[in-house]
């Protein structure tokens, strides 16, 4: 009896130590899986063009402005019946994201990557392109209305100064008077050119960049908290003013929600309020 009962404590140990290590593995796999999906930012889709063929999406999440007037953004096109893969007759897609780059400055783009997907969402097969062929953006066509789109979201458009915050301590009351006329003044970013009440800058590059806390505070000498983003992390765009126009020439966006963010201008945060969206 004393052996069985060994066995049977034994049993149970083992038992409860497969149970404990399922768990652990569990908890595990959870936490790696949050951090997975934490990471990656959340698609945002926006109808941009409809006929009877097909209908084409933007990826609001995916828009990222890059040094040398450069944009990058995915677009994804659902067929209304199934059609074969360029080059492979015997794969059929129902859709496919593309992920194209334009040169704002010349209206040119180029598609850096294409996958494609079957009816149930599967993925069939990736193709990156590894040519420099920059093709124009004809008038009329598709990938017009592609390119006009993109220029409608965030930060394009046109804006309006709601209210401001200070970067530093605040200014004399003479100074804070010359403020107080930029409320209500209205801000529009184009492609490549910028302007910010009677100011216009013709040749304006953006850079999107996110910074930490700690990264903010060293480039600016200011913390978040000050101009009210209670985050670890600021998303930004840097912009030059490649010629005369804009004095200071560099500036600075920091997102807030789509149709909301600051602008650093001349040492103070204008709180900009999107007017409106063509999407």
Not at 77 to 87: C, Q
Not at 167 to 173: D, G, I, Q, S, V
Not at 241 to 262: A, F, I, Q, T
Request: with cysteine; proline share 3%; charged share 30%.
């Amino acid at each position: 009896m004393l052996r069985a009962y060994n066995t049977r404590v034994k049993l149970n140990v083992r038992c409860f130590q497969m149970s404990l290590s399922r768990v652990i593995l569990f908890a595990v796999v959870f936490a790696s899986a949050s951090l997975c999906l934490h990471a990656q930012p959340r698609e945002k889709w926006k109808r941009v063009y409809t006929d009877e063929e097909s209908v084409i999406d933007v990826n609001v999440s995916t828009l990222k402005l890059e040094a040398n007037y450069l944009l990058r953004v995915d677009f994804r096109t659902k067929l209304s019946k199934p059609e074969n893969i360029a080059r492979d007759q015997g794969a059929k897609y129902k859709s496919r994201i593309e992920t194209i780059r334009f040169k704002l400055n010349e209206n040119r783009y180029r598609v850096c990557e294409t996958t494609w997907f079957d009816s149930n969402g599967a993925k069939l097969q990736s193709s990156a392109s590894t040519g420099e062929d920059w093709r124009v953006v004809k008038q009329g066509g598709v990938m017009e209305k592609l390119s006009n789109a993109m220029r409608a979201l965030s930060p394009f458009g046109s804006w309006k100064v709601i209210a401001y915050k200070f970067a530093e301590a605040r200014p004399t009351p003479a100074l804070e008077s010359g403020l107080e006329k930029l409320v209500g003044i209205r801000v529009r970013f184009q492609a490549h050119q910028g302007q910010v009440g009677m100011k216009v800058c013709s040749s304006l590059s953006y850079e999107d960049e996110r910074l930490s806390k700690d990264e903010f505070d060293r480039a600016l000498g200011v913390r978040l908290e000050t101009i009210g983003v209670n985050a670890e992390y600021a998303d930004t765009t840097k912009l030059r003013c490649e010629m005369h126009g804009w004095n200071p020439p560099r500036s600075l966006l920091v997102k807030l929600k789509e149709d909301k963010m600051l602008m650093l201008w001349s040492g103070v945060f204008l709180i900009l309020k999107k007017e409106r969206d063509a999407l």
